[in-house]
């Protein structure tokens, strides 16, 4: 099964007086890059959640973003009884001085800036809360998978159909191969009779069939042709595994590109390099597909 490099999950739970929201994005990547943000008072978990991430997903560009919100109590609110003294004390003077009464509400000056302060953060217990984040973020991974599965599943289905198109052309390769050391041999046969016969020297047979065998060992395309087969075999069997393996199939599309060019170089024949030419057009489509590939 394949899974593509891109995609994205998230998940939010409630639990135990907090609200958390986790967020998964991955892109291509050859190797493994993560970057997680947590929220305030949380980072102290980002080792935690990049293990968590790294036995889940092997390669990819990977973003990972928590949020945690967490029910307020008293302990979340500081009194800051020197800001709130100058404030009474200004007052009160201000007031004395333009005879106004001396009385100042209580509820006036707990809203004045500086007086009360919020500060959830610095009051989190971030190991307490990690068991509600964890199953978040697992959640989030799953979704995420799932995306990944069905982009997986459309990609396995394109290059299955690259790989038996590129292997029918190579069946037509492998019948043609043959005729063109015998279209050789007739083609040489053919010029040196003519040739000679203004001359009137005649031909040893076994020179000519000295030639057209050098001709056919520097234009054998077999070994490339079976190499060639097995490689489109074994990508379509390493797709069918459990586990999404795109470094085996890039590794493997190297090889069919290798032996593809080497095909073209040594078959001195049209048709066989018309079929050459689709079957590299075919495999820079799968090379540019396996690269999403996890």
Not at 178 to 201: Q, W
Request: net charge negative; charged share 30%.
């Amino acid at each position: 099964m394949l899974l593509s490099m891109t995609g994205f999950g998230e998940a939010h739970c409630q639990r135990d007086g907090l609200a958390v929201a986790a967020e998964v994005r991955s892109i291509n990547n050859r190797y493994l890059k993560l970057s997680t943000r947590c929220g305030e008072g949380y980072a102290a978990l980002e080792p935690q959640v990049e293990s968590v991430v790294r036995e889940k997903i092997r390669r990819g560009t990977i973003q990972v973003n928590i949020r945690v919100n967490r029910a307020k109590s008293a302990d979340d609110f500081r009194l800051d009884t020197d800001v709130l003294d100058r404030y009474r004390q200004d007052l009160i003077a201000w007031c004395a001085r333009s005879g106004m009464p001396g009385q100042v509400p209580l509820a006036s000056l707990l809203s004045l800036p500086g007086v009360v302060s919020e500060d959830c953060g610095a009051n989190a217990d971030a190991e307490e809360h990690w068991p509600v984040v964890r199953d978040t973020l697992l959640a989030a991974i799953e979704n995420l998978d799932q995306m990944r599965a069905e982009e997986g599943r459309a990609m396995e289905a394109d290059l299955t159909a690259n790989c038996r198109s590129a292997a029918a052309c190579l069946d037509r390769i492998a019948l043609r191969a043959p005729l063109v050391v015998e279209g050789y041999r007739a083609r040489l046969e053919e010029r040196l009779k003519r040739t000679l016969a203004e001359y009137e020297i005649t031909l040893d047979p076994s020179d000519l069939l000295k030639e057209v065998g050098l001709f056919g060992e520097r234009s054998d395309i077999s070994e490339e042709i079976v190499r060639l087969r097995s490689h489109l075999e074994q990508f379509e069997a390493i797709m069918a595994l459990a586990e999404s393996s795109g470094r085996k199939l890039d590794f493997l599309t190297q090889e069919m590109s290798r032996e593809t060019n080497t095909i073209g170089s040594k078959a001195n024949d049209v048709e066989i390099a018309r079929d050459v030419i689709e079957i590299k057009s075919m495999i820079e489509r799968i090379r540019e597909m396996i690269q999403n590939v996890e």
